[in-house]
């Protein structure tokens, strides 16, 4: 096998802290930290940098196309179009429905076309749902019969798009993580935590970790704020979109945007993080609470109750009421025993979601080798 490293260009619509930003900076930096790579890979972000953008420069070339608005997308089609022409990738690889699409429409018309990849996300009732891109996903289905692979983050995502019609090679790499990365906190740096956010023992604390949206579940949420004096907790959101609390929530704290370093001290603040998504793919915010020893309530949206294993609770039916109901029972329940969920949570993300499978996942599907 040739010692030249294989070499993927990615697509990408942002260089935020969404949970496919993170992934796409975990793959980088993986291979980045290897002593001989075997895949030297680039980004390319349709939209202006993020709070992500550094990060991913420090660990791969990185160019924003600062792409703002529609009468721009020409534009910036022919700006990426020449990236991929000047780096010669062996795959271009798109990630979210924006970013697919442009690397579909970049990909076409090459003399020496590489093989072209596809990064799904997120559940399609949840994109399709949304106006804005709605359209992208009749026009990525039609586009996904010239794809070379598809790869998704969940088994569900990888059904449901199945029977949509979607085309290419289909394949499930797990999202992974590091788990020095995302530390249990001990009782001192926990007080600490709580400190900071001006919260005290006297009371559970539960974490809402995601932004304020329909298939998150935040009609669920905004319901527990409503009711997390009477149900005996003070309630840390993170995330943005939700509105400023004020005198009539005084359990409530709020957090809304932090940077990905920020997490596990968040996390650590915790007693019990809840996520009562409508829709899901492999959701990050329960590995992540889960590896910072922090066990969860959730529905059973999507992957949730294949990530969660035996770190908490599924919650029937998806109300507020229910939420309600297993807060309560969770702290009814004696330490011991929540301790005891609590490392085994840890320990089935540490044995099944690792970020070095994850990484030589992705370059077996590459061709690159181990």
């Known amino acids: 096998m040739s010692s030249r490293p294989l070499v993927v260009v990615h697509v990408i619509t942002g260089t935020g802290t969404g949970g496919a930003e ?91 076309p590489p093989r072209l990849f596809w990064n799904v996300r997120g559940s399609a009732h949840g994109s399709d749902r949304r106006a804005s891109t709605a359209w992208l996903s009749a026009a990525t289905r039609w586009a996904s019969q010239e794809t070379d692979t598809i790869v998704f ?62 298939e998150k579940g935040s009609d669920i949420v905004a319901g527990l704020a409503a009711r997390a004096g009477s149900l005996g907790v003070a309630l840390l959101l993170v995330g943005e979109g939700f509105p400023h609390p004020d005198n009539d929530f005084p359990s409530v704290v709020q957090r809304p945007a932090v940077a990905a370093e920020e997490l596990p001290a968040l996390l650590g603040a915790c007693d019990l993080t809840v996520l009562p998504s409508a829709h899901e793919g492999f959701p990050n915010a329960i590995a992540e609470s889960l590896l910072c020893g922090v066990p969860v309530l959730c529905s059973h949206a999507g992957d949730s109750a294949r990530v969660l294993g035996p770190g908490g609770v599924v919650v029937h039916p998806r109300t507020t009421e229910a939420f309600g109901r297993g807060l309560q029972a969770w702290f009814a329940r004696p330490a ?35």
């Open 153 to 214: 983050n969940a088994e569900s995502v990888r059904d449901d798009y199945a029977r949509r019609g979607f085309g290419g090679r289909h394949l499930v790499i797990d999202n992974g993580y590091d788990p020095a990365r995302w530390p249990r906190l001990d009782e001192q740096a926990r007080r600490a935590a709580r400190g900071a956010l001006g919260l005290d023992d006297h009371r559970p604390v539960v974490g809402f970790f995601g932004r304020r949206a329909a």
């Open 336 to 370: 011991a025993e929540r301790e005891a969920i609590a490392t085994r949570g840890r320990d089935h993300v540490v044995a099944h979601f690792d970020i070095r499978a994850m990484l030589e996942s992705y370059r077996r599907a590459y061709g690159a080798g181990s």
């Open 22 to 112: 993170r992934s796409l900076w975990r793959l980088c930096a993986g291979e980045h930290d290897r002593p001989t790579p075997r895949v030297q890979h680039h980004v390319v972000a349709l939209k202006p940098p993020g709070r992500l953008f550094a990060a991913l420069s420090a660990v791969a070339p990185t160019t924003s196309l600062g792409w703002t608005r529609p009468g721009e997308a020409p534009q910036a089609l022919w700006r990426l179009r020449r990236a991929v022409r000047r780096v010669r990738p062996d795959v271009l690889h798109g990630w979210l429905p924006q970013g697919n699409t442009a690397a579909y429409l970049a990909h076409r018309g090459l003399s020496r």
